[in-house]
């Protein structure tokens, strides 16, 4: 059978955010369901998976996008995310400093990126013991309000919301079709 229209066109989606979030664990845990501890070479990122997601009756195909170590030297290259059409943006509930930086992150965002490129905020390691949280889920959530993107917290640790996050992009992709 021919395919269909709909899985033919991959939607680029980029992971950002500052250096240790949990940008490349998010992306392992979304495509083999396992947890990796330790740091993944900052250097070398994965490049791109490619994912197929299912909404309703149809399939969305998303082409993500995982930074190779650029963020942290606040260098990830505009043009990189200029054609995106959906952006991940997490920052890591246990470092305020991540979150902080979000704002920076969303000004180059709508500076750079298409007007009606998707944004998800993420807050990851939503595993964390609760002496180790730094960020109230209340807080992401009144900043998500403020930019007026979604935002859930994850772990790519357990697999929390991981799914879903995914999920959520890819529905509001094609509703926006
Ligand atoms: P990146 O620099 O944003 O790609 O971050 P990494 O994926 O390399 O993760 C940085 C560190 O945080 C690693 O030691 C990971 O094992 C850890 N990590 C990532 N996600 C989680 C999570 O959801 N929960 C916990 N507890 N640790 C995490
Ligand atoms: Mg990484």
């Not at 509930?93 to 991540?98: E, I, L, P």
């Not at 969303?106 to 807050?123: S, T």
């Amino acid at each position: 059978p021919l395919p269909s229209p709909d899985t033919d066109v991959p939607h680029k989606t980029i992971l950002l955010g500052d250096s240790g979030v949990g940008k490349t664990s998010l992306l392992v845990q979304f495509d083999t369901g396992k947890f990796q501890t330790g740091t993944f070479s900052a250097t070398v990122g994965i490049g791109f998976t490619n994912k197929v997601v299912c909404v309703d009756d149809s399939k969305v195909k998303l082409q993500i996008w995982d930074t190779a170590g650029q963020e942290r030297f606040r260098s990830v290259t505009h043009a990189y995310y200029r054609d995106a059409h959906a952006l991940l943006l997490l920052y890591d509930v246990t470092n305020k400093t991540s979150f902080d930086n979000i704002r920076a992150w969303l000004v180059e965002i709508r500076e750079y990126a298409q007007d009606d490129v998707v944004i998800m905020l993420l807050g990851n390691k939503a595993d964390c013991q609760s002496s180790e949280r730094m960020v109230r889920r209340e807080d992401g959530e009144r900043l998500a309000r403020e930019h007026s993107v979604a935002f859930m917290e994850t772990s790519a640790k357990t697999g929390q919301n991981v799914e879903l996050a995914f999920m959520a992009i890819a529905r509001e992709l094609k509703a926006r079709k």
